[in-house]
């Protein structure tokens, strides 16, 4: 069976959220000699006052901020995994919605996504894991986060 | 990163699922060096009539002849992925929840699944890529498996 060819890391950068993840899609990138790309997805919603007008004044771009620390912590991301001719991308809007488009247009044939796990209502409203598996042109690695909160909590 | 020890591929028996799962987790088997599993699930649920009594004679016992049939076809597979070691095993029940509760005992850190993707009604009915996805305790490798009757369904 042929290896994978692009392998597409979807970055979270919550703390905790990203070495996993990385370290993974590095892995299988130097195992298969394949193309990795990182990518951030940006969900910024402006906050609304009671009369639905924008909290945050006229012309501070709180999106564009986000998207420029999000390439910052990238680069320095990839500056600690060293996997040559890796690249990493920052795009606004939704992650999941984000990363199954990337993944369309750049011929991505495996996409590693972290994962808390998910159970009750959470399980129903979804997550970018979640959403990925349903709608990916491609396989996708869920990568499980040890989170010591929720791996705890009452019925998990 | 450490590589995977254990592989756990979930195999469906369908016709044409089989052979991207197991030959993804065959192909990472090898990677990795890792042991792998071959776990099938029998799903059966006795046919009942109106008055709910089974329709099959008592005596009849259709799932150990499922379950028989699947060992068979097992066996067949591991012939062919000659992955030294590779070990399967049939269960009755969930899907789902047998293939998480195996993984569970048996140190599995890789759960190799296919998935069609899902969507509208489906999506909410779950999957047993999706419960895989958010039961299992290791990491979850979802295998696209190309459909064209589904990839070519409006709103795919």
Known sequence: MAGYRHILAAVDLAPGEEDPVLGRAAALARQYGARLSLLHVVEYVPPLDLAYDPVVPVGVDIENQLMDRARAELDRRLGWLGVEGAQAFVEAGSP??????????????????????????SLL????????????????????????????????
Do not use: M, W, Y
């Open 96 to 121: 999941k919605r984000e990363t199954v488009r990337f993944a369309q247009e750049n011929g991505v044939d495996l996409i590693v996504v972290g994962t808390r796990g998910r159970h009750g209502l």
């Open 125 to 156: 409203l979804g997550s970018t894991a979640n959403g990925v598996l349903h709608h990916a042109p491609c396989d996708v690695l869920a990568v499980r986060i040890h989170d010591e909160a929720a791996d705890s909590a009452p019925g998990d």
